[in-house]
């Protein structure tokens, strides 16, 4: 009997904010393995920022997501059958196989990992891409010195968690941004940030203000919008912000600098980034990552939806600030 793999496809682009009527749930049968090729049992999809912007057929720095093809994602799984000299059936792997619950691979892209000592889920979050992130922006951009104050926004996210910790690893005193008190309080509590900005409570340059009273050094930015305006106007001189995400920008309505002078007249270092141009960096930082979480001491939580069909539902959510921690859907 042939196998099934089920999978999401893009079916239309987005006219403003995405719906699930963006996607559509397909069955494909599995073709036999090649000579060299190895099959993957798909058991977390990672959600990310990221695919909204490849869901419009505009200029950006990765080509659009095709329609009626899979969509886009990270996938971390168990290889289940493989004619591959280098794969077995049991090896766990990281892969971009996207949105369906199978993937077939000649090895190009594909990474082992171990999770005798970090969770398999992690390799798609601290562990992974929002990691190495997290990782890059803060040590290659901002580069905070003991003392300095760093502020993060989606501080509770999957790359924001990250950053602040890291920052506390390096002495440098860390701010974040999050939308509601459960966010704040996880973000002080169980993350060690020093201060944590409700964005939600309406008063956000001045509870800013109120937890960067010497201003602030380094900033990283994933939201855009209001938070990079408050933000901007708290930056010291010299200041460097590592530009990563722009999520309140994503369903393409055009948000101005409401003080676009600060940059000059505060001389702010403004570095954009893709993590996936900086292979080079890829293997010192998910050893540091790895060890951090294994020894316990870089913390994280996840959102995890479960089944293929309710991915749709939970990337929407995503966009809209409803996950708590790296938003996952469970494949198994």
């Known amino acids: 009997m042939t196998q099934i793999n089920r999978q999401l496809v893009l079916a239309s682009r987005p006219e403003g904010a995405a719906t699930t009527d963006n996607f559509r749930l397909v069955e494909t049968p599995l073709a036999p393995l090649a000579e060299g090729q190895f099959r993957v049992r798909n058991h977390y999809l990672s959600l990310d920022p990221y695919m909204r912007g490849r869901m419009n057929d505009s200029k950006s720095y990765a080509a659009p997501q095709p329609l009626d093809e899979v969509m886009i994602g990270g996938t971390v799984g168990e290889v289940v059958e493989s004619k591959h000299p280098k794969f077995a059936a049991g090896d766990k792997v990281v892969a971009m196989f996207g949105w369906q619950e199978y993937g077939t691979s000649d090895g190009t892209g594909v990474r082992k990992v171990d999770d005798t000592h970090v969770p398999l889920s992690a390799y ?13 922006g803060l040590n290659r951009i901002i580069a905070p010195k003991a003392g300095e ?52 409570a309406g008063n956000l340059y001045q509870d800013l203000k109120a937890a960067t009273p010497e201003g602030v050094d380094g900033y990283f930015e994933n ?91 939970a990337f929407i959510g995503l966009l809209k600030g409803k996950n708590f921690g790296k938003q996952l859907v469970r494949l198994i």
Not at 165 to 186: H, P, S, T, W
């Open 223 to 313: 939201v855009g919008g209001e938070v990079l305006d408050a933000t901007l106007a708290r930056m010291n001189a010299f200041g460097r912000i590592a530009l990563c995400g722009m999520i309140a920008n994503y369903d393409g309505e055009p948000l101005p600098l409401k003080r676009p002078a600060l940059l000059l007249t505060q001389r702010l270092l403004v570095q954009g980034f893709i993590v996936s141009e900086h292979p080079d960096v890829w293997p010192e930082a998910l050893t540091q990552l790895g060890t951090l979480v294994a020894q316990k001491k870089l913390h994280y939580r996840e959102s995890i939806a479960q089944g293929l069909e309710r991915a749709p539902e």
């Open 149 to 200: 104050t760093v502020v993060v926004s989606a501080a509770s996210g999957a790359v924001g968690s990250v950053v602040g910790q890291l920052a506390k690893l390096a002495g440098a005193r860390a701010v974040g941004i999050a939308g509601g008190e459960d966010k704040c309080r996880y973000v002080v509590e169980s993350l060690g940030f020093d201060a944590c900005v409700d964005y939600k």
């Open 124 to 136: 798609l979050g601290s562990v992974g891409m929002p990691g190495v992130t997290a990782w890059y």
